[in-house]
């Protein structure tokens, strides 16, 4: 062994949770029951998609879902994965996810909690061995609560906990709590562990990257145009970079910094991206980092309140400075 010392207090997953659970003296232990869940979800979703092409698992289902997308066979298994490890966590009394067109009710009557999830976002860049990712939102349901429509129609104000797990080199998963702290774990296989890599992530206050997909330019409104040549125009002109996996686009923002954004344009006047399980979930935890996220009318991302659980919004994420330059251009346009 080197000089450095080995680091034998290792923080996994679960431990972290543990930790968090006696933090909340009224705590059940439900939502770390929930968790577990997750976390199994995103274990077995990562094993599926690293076979993927050695399984036949690449391409196509044939299908489309209820927003238009053609489905992958990923993006079904990714799909069955989570919903079958959510029913039998018992803790979930209802779950939306892009793959699904109603919101599904699960028979645990007494269970607490309304789940979110883009079972596999980035599908289009599955076969190109592109980084995808999983998204989730947890919302605390009143009791006795019935799964119904008004228990998921809210905003991201209210999610008690978001995050994503990306599956790039390492399966990476970013989680945060309502008013916490943003933690990043990443997967040991040899272990079969997340393991605390990122404690307290916190987003620089600016950057030079922008993450758009320029393609649609010709559809923006001018505010977005003026923005985007201001950034090529800038002194030191900003690096563009476009994974197309929002997943792995807000990853790199995450750690890097800069600006990701969707807007809505002609072509897609409410934006492409999903407002209970994209825009929100990243919302929360892009402010938990320090930095601010945004719909295409410059309001708050996280008080945006869904009027149907697949409804979509423009959205501009990032470092605070970087999101900032587009409000001020915005407000400037009046
Ligand atoms: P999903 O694969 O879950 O349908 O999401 C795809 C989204 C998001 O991941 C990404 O930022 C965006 O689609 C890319 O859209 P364009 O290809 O239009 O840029
Ligand atoms: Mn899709
Ligand atoms: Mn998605
Ligand atoms: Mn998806």
């Not at 809210?154 to 080199?169: N, R």
Request: proline share 4%.
């Amino acid at each position: 062994v080197g000089s450095e010392k080995i680091n034998t207090d290792i923080v996994t997953l679960t431990r972290f949770l543990n930790e968090e659970q006696t933090k909340h003296k009224e705590a059940t232990g439900d939502f770390t029951l929930l968790c577990h869940a997750l976390q199994f979800s995103f274990k077995s979703i990562a094993y599926y998609i690293r076979r993927a092409s050695l399984i036949n698992l690449s391409g196509l289902a044939g299908s489309s879902n209820v927003t238009g997308d053609d489905q992958k066979k990923l993006d079904v298994i990714g799909n069955d994965i989570f919903i079958a490890a959510m029913r039998s966590s018992g803790r979930v009394r209802v779950l939306v996810s892009e793959e699904e067109e109603e919101a599904i009710v699960f028979d645990a009557k007494d269970a607490r909690y309304a789940v979110l999830c883009d079972p596999i976002d980035g599908s289009s860049n599955l076969d190109a061995g592109v980084s995808v990712g999983t998204i989730f939102g947890i919302f605390k349901l009143p009791e006795g609560a019935k799964g119904t429509k008004e228990d998921l129609l809210k905003p991201g104000t209210e999610l008690v906990s978001a995050g994503f797990t990306m599956y790039g080199a390492s399966a990476q998963l970013v989680l945060t709590m309502k008013d916490g702290p943003v933690n990043g774990f990443t997967m040991d296989n040899a272990l079969g562990e997340f393991i605390l890599t990122h404690p307290d992530m916190q987003m620089p206050k600016h950057r030079g990257i922008y993450s758009v997909n320029e393609g649609n330019s010709k559809y923006w409104d001018e505010p977005v145009k003026e923005w985007v040549e201001s950034l090529k125009q800038a002194e030191k002109p900003y690096s563009a970079r476009y994974i197309g996996s929002m997943v792995a686009d807000a990853y790199r923002t995450l750690l890097y910094g800069g600006i990701f954004a969707y807007p809505a344009d002609k072509k897609s006047p409410k934006g492409k991206l999903r407002i209970l399980y994209e825009c929100a979930p990243m919302a929360m935890v892009f402010e938990n980092a320090g930095g601010q996220a945004v719909n295409s009318k410059m309001a708050r991302m996280m008080e945006v309140i869904p009027e149907q659980i697949h409804d979509r919004s423009g959205i501009f994420m990032g470092s605070y400075d970087e999101v900032q330059k587009v409000i001020d251009i915005h407000k400037k346009h009046g």
